[in-house]
């Protein structure tokens, strides 16, 4: 079993950046493939970015491509997601997900097995 909590969400101007975290419990998280989603208002939950259980693997949407960054640390059980160049349209809550164990890196919800809450990010014009 994996609880991920995330943190670091809030209000930003655009153009400024944010560091989202996604810590985990459980004895696989460092074997767990892991991944961003976000869901803006009125939209289905899209991919944001995915990092295999290593770090050594990962894979961005292209509407987040050179802006984002993904990374782990897995001796703190926690994932991140640097946010640089933030556009209102980034506006959305945004949710970690595991899925353990997998050396993939992984696009599609449905696959995931553990989610978190989902933290706010707002990105005002």
């Known amino acids: 079993q994996v609880q991920l909590v995330e943190s670091g969400g809030g209000l930003v101007q655009a153009g400024g950046s944010l560091r989202l975290s996604c810590a985990a419990s459980?004895?696989?998280?460092?074997?767990?493939?892991m991944g961003w989603f976000r869901q803006a208002p009125g939209k289905e939950r899209e991919f944001v970015a995915a990092?295999?259980?290593?770090?050594?693997?990962?894979d961005y949407a292209d509407s987040v491509k050179g802006r984002f960054t993904i990374s782990r640390d897995n001796s703190k059980n926690t994932m991140y997601l640097q946010m640089n160049s933030l556009k209102p349209g980034d506006t959305a809550v945004y949710s970690c997900?595991?899925?353990?164990?997998?050396?993939?890196?992984?696009?599609?919800?449905?696959?995931?097995?553990?989610w978190g809450q989902g933290t706010q990010v707002t990105v005002s014009s």
């Open positions: 459980g004895r696989t998280f460092s074997s767990a493939a």
């Open positions: 990092i295999n259980w290593r770090g050594s693997s990962t």
């Open positions: 997900a595991a899925k353990g164990p997998s050396g993939a890196t992984i696009r599609v919800d449905y696959e995931y097995d553990y």
